[in-house]
């Protein structure tokens, strides 16, 4: 079975604030990782996502996330928030054949000025 | 290149009505998923189409079905309706089934049970 938990439903930061969206991960087996944003009234948007090899993933608009096997984590970060970033973030996991996607409950992120 | 497409936008229906979702997948892809995002929730897996078939189902009732066609297009048909079953219906294509392959999300049906 897999889940994902994502720490804290909502995160307010300031405009050039760093950024860090917390999402912890369970598997049974080797898992695949993603990270999606999902602006108001939108669908979901991939930023970016971990298969194998380089546990540092980098996505769109200056994203990027660490897969850390031993802490069953997958952390998404951006140094500097943009007003723009405003969003629901959402982590997913994969695994065991198919690509059916579990996800957390999402996180709210807001940037003010 | 066309994204993932669905319609209805939005849908009202009332209590123990029936209703029909569509989704036209991104070109090139041959699979589609089928999620419902209650508010303030992450999406839930319904099911998954593959070859016109239904290949994996998540928790849900035998009233959510689905169908795929030939085209590679897919519906998602709710009966005997809920106010429970409110809830933004996202379709998700992707290349093939294969774990790593990114599935790709429509921008969404809002459905309304009243």
């Known amino acids: 079975a897999q889940s994902v938990t994502q720490l804290g439903s909502h995160v307010s930061v300031s405009e050039g604030a760093l950024v860090l969206l917390r999402c912890n991960y369970s598997?049974?087996?080797?898992?695949?990782l993603f990270w999606y944003v999902q602006y108001p009234n939108q669908g979901l948007q991939l930023l970016l996502k971990?298969?194998?090899?380089?546990?540092l993933v980098k996505g769109i608009n200056g994203f990027e996330a660490e897969f850390k096997k031993s802490e069953t984590s997958f952390h998404l970060t951006k140094p500097s928030a943009h007003m723009s970033d405003a969003a629901e973030y959402f982590c997913?996991?994969?695994?065991?054949?198919?690509?059916?996607?579990?996800f957390g409950a999402g996180t709210r992120l807001a940037v003010h000025p | 290149d066309a994204g993932v497409t669905q319609s209805p936008t939005h849908l009202i229906k009332t209590r123990g009505q029936q209703v029909t979702l569509r989704c036209s997948p991104k070109?090139?892809?041959?699979?589609v998923s089928w999620y419902q995002q209650a508010l303030g929730q992450g999406p839930q897996f319904i099911f998954q189409?593959?070859?016109?078939?239904?290949?994996q189902r998540g928790n849900f009732p035998d009233r959510f079905s689905g169908h795929q066609f030939p085209n590679y297009s897919s519906e998602l048909n709710v009966n005997a309706l809920l106010l429970g079953d409110s809830a933004l219906y996202l379709c998700?294509?992707?290349?093939?089934?294969?774990?790593?392959?990114?599935?790709?999300f429509g921008p969404g049906t809002r459905l309304t049970v009243l």
């Open positions: 998700a294509s992707s290349l093939t089934r294969h774990t790593t392959d990114t599935q790709y």
């Open positions: 598997s049974s087996v080797p898992p695949y």
């Open positions: 971990y298969t194998t090899g380089a546990t």
């Open positions: 997913a996991v994969t695994g065991g054949g198919y690509n059916k996607l579990i």
């Open positions: 070109s090139g892809h041959d699979t």
């Open positions: 189409y593959y070859e016109e078939e239904e290949r």
